[in-house]
């Protein structure tokens, strides 16, 4: 009976030190979580992967995040928790890169996938020349954040990763923007030649010097060859003739009409809903966030309870499920408003479809979908727009 009784007492004992300690880690979990929501609330932009765990009477911090303010933060309001804090979190770009934690793309497309696989999902595109910040490795992928913020992973072969120096180098070395949706380097100064790569429009190439009808580039990696200067414009000029005005954006984004449908195309060669509204900006001189989910939180919002007669071209149509009861809002689809009623979109292919139901066109699916409209023209530099001559990535400032 003794025995019982004190096997008893000491489960007693050992379930209440046992939850105890579990307190202790929920609390800290909840100001983790407070932290994360506070600085890295959506993970597409920002990293804050810490985990809690419980050895004995301490409380273990591990992870990995690239706000150095966001660790800071964490550990100070840990300081009033009744425990011994014990943490282990990276800061990234991690060490073992090095300095050279900036990189430039280095294909005419580079596939950026959600994790560090070939078979991953493909989460996003960059185009060549594009300045990128490089934040870990891992088995022959790198984790990049591009000029939309957007981070995900990259093969190897798809950036030259250069230092600070090298990469203001790249910014301010002369160089010319492919403008032609596809297009070809080649070996010399001849179609005829071989081919050194594929271009597509919006690909940046050193501009190394004229020969005849055709310009002397070169890749970020230093491969050399040729590309017809009648596709091309010199980039600094590209920077000051660019003017996103409403005849502009629609005449670009008309020239990808049929183009199809890629989840994770951002280039003229495939394309999903957010990647062919961000290229027919970006083609303008202005860069968009990634996705619709994120486009819709800039801009500003253009009155259609009453219906669509606000609208005007150039604005963006977002399309999913409006909050209701306990179910918050989705943002799954983007569009831009062409006028009369119609818009171009990509769903299937990059097509043309109507609000109008009388229109020929029209597609009740979206019209029923339709959650609201944001004026982008009005913003530029301003509510989340900016243009590429000012964003910090294509300066070198990040």
Known sequence: MRKTIIFIFCLLISGFISGQGTGLQNEVENVVMKVKNK?????????????VSESGSEINLTGKTNILKAKEELLKMCESIDA???????VLPEVDLGDKVFGIVNLSVANIRSKPN???????????GTPVKVL????????????????????????????????????????????SEFGFVYTNASSSGGRVSDVVMGDILKLEGTEEDYC???????RTGYVEKKF????????????????NILSMAKMFMGTPYLWG????????????T?????????VLPRDASQQVHTGILVDTSEGFENLQPGDLLFFGRKAHDDKPERITHVALYIGNMEYIHASGRIKINSLDPEKENFSKYRLKSFVRAKRILTSINDNGIFTVDKHKFYKGEF
């Open 39 to 51: 600085f890295a609330p959506d993970k597409r932009t920002a990293i804050f992967e810490v985990k």
């Open 84 to 90: 011994k804090i014990i943490e282990d979190i990276e």
């Open 118 to 128: 070939h078979p991953a999902e493909l989460a996003t595109q960059a185009l060549l």
């Open 136 to 179: 870990e490795y891992d088995d022959g992928f790198f984790r990049i954040q591009t000029p939309d913020e957007y981070i995900s992973w990259v093969d190897g072969d798809g950036i030259q990763r250069v230092t600070k120096s090298e990469l203001e180098d790249w910014i301010n070395a002369d160089k010319v923007m492919f403008l």
């Open 216 to 222: 002397k580039v070169s890749f970020p990696d230093g």
């Open 232 to 247: 091309t414009i010199n980039y600094s000029e590209w920077l000051k003739l660019i003017d996103p005005k409403q005849d």
């Open 265 to 276: 195309g951002t280039s003229s060669k495939a394309l999903d809903c957010s990647g062919f």
């Open 278 to 286: 961000k290229t027919v900006y970006f083609m303008n001189g202005v």
